[in-house]
């Protein structure tokens, strides 16, 4: 429970009610880009500020990629590939294709039309602008009415220590597929990185905030390692919501069960609730743990039990609803 508060979550929830609430999420990738397009239609996505974690990004070709910024803005802006869940749709692969002639490796699929996201931003920084001004003109460009701010402008790549020794991120998930053991989790230039401008207002002013069904590992705490934001989070009046991104020991997509069990934590949503412990006031798990209410209760949250499980647009629209409904 945060020490420097006595507000109860019910007391935080009153604040403002209703379409004028402003509401602040921290994301990862394909989970949270689900969560969020159903917040988006169930609220007006003027009021949402997403905080986009960047420690995914890579330098792949010499090119600047922000994966988890881009799997926000592309299903914002209804332009994902969803049978991925990552990259556009209808998008080839000829650059790709055409670098393996000389030889260039080809584990990372970038799209061809993706490849225009990532040499514009590429560009752009190199004349000068921020990871954030670059954020925010694609995704204007692109049509998404919500804000989304990089976690920092700064480049803080995660980097996982396995027992095949130090990958990037991407190489131990996409090229290495999870399949390493890991031992320890860090993010490059993390204790010079700033949170990106505007990231500690949108915490600090917002009526909620809303942890998002991400990697609480490689999703989350890499947000929460750009100094001030964790404290941010325990020191806002707004309520602080996360949704569980385990369901029955399982993660839906990716490592996050491999790496609860490989850290030392307990692989459920407990493990997860349990690291987040010190700024969240509210829990969502899911039904088929409602086991785990009370014992996650013990630390100091409320919990909600609903089905987060989000098959359909419409899966993605009611969890969005329950979740407003939390606030209200
Ligand atoms: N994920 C994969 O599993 N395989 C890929 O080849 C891959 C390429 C890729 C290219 C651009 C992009 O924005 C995302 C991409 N992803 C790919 C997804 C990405 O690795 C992960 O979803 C995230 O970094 C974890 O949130």
Redesign the pocket.
Same mark, same amino acid.
């Given at each position: 429970m945060r020490d420097t508060d006595q507000q109860t979550p019910k007391d935080k929830g009153q604040r403002t009610t209703g379409n004028g609430q402003k509401i602040t999420a921290l994301a $990862?990738? #394909?989970g949270a880009a689900k969560f969020l397009l159903g917040l988006t239609r169930v609220m007006p996505p003027e009021n949402l500020t997403i905080i986009a974690?960047t420690g =995914?990004d890579v330098e792949h070709f010499g090119l600047r @990629?922000?994966? %988890?910024i %881009? &799997?926000v803005t592309y299903t914002l802006a209804g332009v994902i590939n969803e049978a &991925? $869940?990552?990259?556009l749709a209808d998008d080839s692969f000829e650059c790709l294709q055409w670098l393996a002639r000389y030889d260039e490796a080809t584990? !990372? +699929?970038? $799209?061809d039309k =993706?490849f225009a996201t990532h040499i514009y931003r590429t560009n752009a920084l190199k004349q000068g602008k921020t990871l954030s001004d670059v954020t925010r003109h694609i995704s204007a460009s692109l049509g998404v009415r919500s804000t989304i701010l990089p976690m920092s402008d700064a480049y803080t790549p995660t980097r996982v220590q396995t027992d095949e020794g130090e990958l990037h !991120?991407?190489e131990y !998930? #996409?090229r290495r597929?999870c399949e390493p053991q890991v031992l320890e989790i860090r993010f490059d230039n993390i204790a010079t990185a700033k949170p990106a401008h505007g990231v500690l207002a949108a915490i600090g002013d917002a009526d909620a905030v809303v942890i998002c069904p991400? +990697?609480p590992f @490689?999703?989350i705490s890499p947000i929460l390692a750009v100094p001030g934001i964790r404290k941010a989070l325990q020191q806002t009046a707004a309520q602080v919501i996360a949704i569980t991104p385990i369901i029955a020991g399982q993660a839906l997509k $990716?490592p996050a069960a491999d790496m609860l069990r490989d850290l030392g934590h307990e692989v459920s949503a407990r493990g997860v609730a349990a690291m987040y412990q010190d700024f969240v006031n509210l829990f969502v798990l899911d039904e088929a743990d409602a086991a785990l209410q009370s014992s996650i209760a013990a630390f100091g949250m409320q919990v909600a039990v609903m089905n987060t499980l989000m098959k359909t647009l419409a899966d993605k629209e009611q969890l969005a609803r329950r979740v407003l409904a939390l606030m209200a």
């Open positions: $990862g990738g #394909v974690n =995914d @990629i922000s994966p %988890d %881009d &799997t &991925t $869940g990552w990259g584990w !990372f +699929n970038l $799209g =993706d !991120f991407q !998930f #996409v597929r991400s +990697n @490689i999703s $990716g």
